[in-house]
């Protein structure tokens, strides 16, 4: 027995001294990152759409806390103006332009005043997005234009416009996407088109430009913790103003965030969020036909789902 004391005295307080080495090196290397990563995107000049709220929010936030030039997009004035005054309190730099991205005027207008204001552009975030629930029976066509015009035509217009200049810089051009612009979503037809819409376009000019260093990244997150259930417009067009999902289980739109700075410094092609997400993407490629019957089965239990 006093042997074995003994070596519980003896082992224990190396255990323990190990462990607080362990716990200071993760540290260490933790700093050491963050600083990199605050070195390689100092005085970068970002424009980030759909930036008054949710996932563009949190990623013009993550882009400004580690050095960024910022420049917000969105159609609410008013909140892009108390997020430029949050960015600056912290530290921050930032400016905002008014923007509605399906209107190609205002997208053209939001590059030509990041140049005058900063001369470049380093990197695009095309975030802007609206969703939709209905069944496509009862859907007003007008609505599907309206989602195709913001998720997918704002890419193009912005894309468009930037590109000159980032092909300057030898930036990038991300496109958040969605789970959706892989698999399928019964109730949100037009959502789902715009985002397959996405993908193929942003997936195609990154092999137009792959001798010009362009670089593209697709992000597609899984359900994460934003206002676009509340906002998702009806068969009426009109927004639904309740969320019919749990957005406490949801991926936080601040870790969508990180995920997407840290990818875009490691030129990424593409990034599927979630384990929910990564499992519903890898069911749908290798078993297509019992991923409609899960699908099904998951979004039928939606409440007032309209299918």
């Not at 001294?17 to 390689?40: A, C, G, P, Q």
């Not at 949050?86 to 990041?114: H, R, Y």
């Not at 990197?123 to 195709?148: P, Q, W």
Request: net charge positive; charged share 25%.
């Amino acid at each position: 027995m006093s042997n074995f004391k003994a070596f519980v005295h003896t082992v224990l307080p190396e255990r323990a001294v190990l462990r607080n080495y362990r716990l200071l090196l993760y540290e260490e290397i933790k700093e050491n990152s963050e600083e990199k990563i605050k070195r390689k995107l100092q005085n970068k000049v970002v424009i980030v759409t759909g930036a008054s709220s949710g996932i563009g929010k949190a990623i013009a936030k993550e882009y400004a806390q580690n050095g960024a030039k910022v420049v917000l997009a969105a159609r609410n004035p008013e909140k892009l103006l108390r997020l430029k005054i949050d960015i600056e309190k912290n530290g921050g730099k930032a400016v905002f332009v008014e923007t509605d991205v399906s209107k190609k005027s205002d997208c053209e207008n939001l590059i030509k005043q990041t140049i005058n204001r900063f001369g470049k552009i380093d990197i695009l975030v095309n975030n802007a997005g609206i969703s939709m629930r209905a069944s496509f029976s009862k859907l007003k066509l007008e609505v599907l234009e309206r989602v195709m015009n913001i998720n997918f035509w704002g890419t193009v217009y912005c894309s468009k416009f930037a590109l000159p200049y980032l092909l300057e810089q030898k930036g990038s051009i991300i496109g958040i996407s969605s789970i959706s612009g892989v698999t399928p979503l019964p109730g949100r037809t037009g959502y789902v088109a715009s985002k397959y819409a996405m993908d193929g376009f942003l997936n195609t000019l990154r092999i137009e430009y792959l001798k010009k260093g362009l670089h593209v990244l697709v992000v597609h997150p899984g359900f994460t913790a934003s206002n676009i259930r509340n906002t998702a417009l009806n068969d009426e067009g009109k927004s639904q103003k309740e969320t019919p999902r749990n957005e406490n289980k949801m991926m936080p739109a601040e870790q969508v965030a990180k995920i997407v700075v840290r990818a875009t410094l490691k030129r990424k092609r593409d990034l599927v969020l979630t384990m929910q997400g990564k499992m519903a993407v890898w069911i749908y490629k290798n078993f297509p036909r019992l991923a409609d019957k899960l699908i099904y089965k998951e979004m039928s239990k939606e409440p007032d789902s309209p299918f």
